[in-house]
């Protein structure tokens, strides 16, 4: 993302306007854990493929057993992510207000944290690879990564909020595009399918 220049880390392409160097974090220094907890909220999940999202917006059952007591509150900007997938990139900065399962890790920013940068930032291969080598367990399927550990490792990060801010809201727009054309493709899959089949039937 970033190429090092003379002990400054400068990124290969930017948006005009910005020139300073990126800086090199802690992400200890930018977030802390938090550990408020609620039972009266709206339930949130978090998956590799779709970040943050109510789990009543889910095909799945959610059930999360007789008593709702020890989960965790989300604010919006908030970043969590699943201590157990972690290194596989289930990690969003969440739009929502809502409660998680103790079993995610929230991490609430400072004010030098645009978060819908860092929830781009934080899926990114190269941290994926150290989330691993950090998280503790014998195997990937018991791999745990504890916010201390996430909190020694080191990214790179713009110190103006408002590239944050100008990077954030590009992916986020591109998402989105990418989301709208693959609904239109559907579409158009499911309406060729349809006249394929009334063409089936009708040379029966």
């Known amino acids: 993302m970033a190429e090092q220049h003379e002990k400054a880390l400068v990124p ?31 339930i949130l999940s978090v998956s590799v493929a779709n970040g943050i999202y109510p ?8 059930n999360p057993g007789a ?13 969590v992510y699943n201590s157990m997938r972690m290194w596989q990139g289930a990690v969003d900065a969440s739009r929502y207000d809502g409660i998680v399962s103790p079993a995610y890790v929230v991490a609430k920013p400072n004010s030098e944290v645009y978060a819908r940068f860092f929830a781009r930032l934080l899926r990114q291969p190269m941290l994926l690879k150290q989330y691993q080598q950090v998280s503790q367990g014998n195997s990937k399927d018991t791999q745990v990564l504890k916010f201390d550990d996430f909190a020694s490792i080191e990214i790179s990060m713009p110190a103006s909020e408002n590239e944050q801010r100008q990077i954030g809201a590009f992916f986020d727009r591109l998402d989105s595009l990418i989301t709208l054309h693959q609904r239109k493709y559907c579409g158009v899959v499911s309406w060729m399918l349809g006249v394929a089949l009334v063409r089936l039937s009708s040379e029966k």
């Not at 300073?20 to 930018?30: A, H, I, T, V």
């Not at 789990?55 to 059952?61: F, I, N, T």
């Not at 008593?67 to 970043?79: I, P, R």
């Open 67 to 79: 008593s709702l007591a020890n989960y965790k509150v989300v604010h919006s900007g908030d970043v």
């Open 55 to 62: 789990a009543s917006e889910s095909d799945r059952e959610t």
């Open 12 to 42: 290969q392409i930017r948006f005009t306007g910005f020139t300073d160097p990126w800086e090199q974090r802690k992400l200890g220094e930018l977030f802390e854990e938090s550990d408020e907890r609620a039972s009266d909220r709206e």
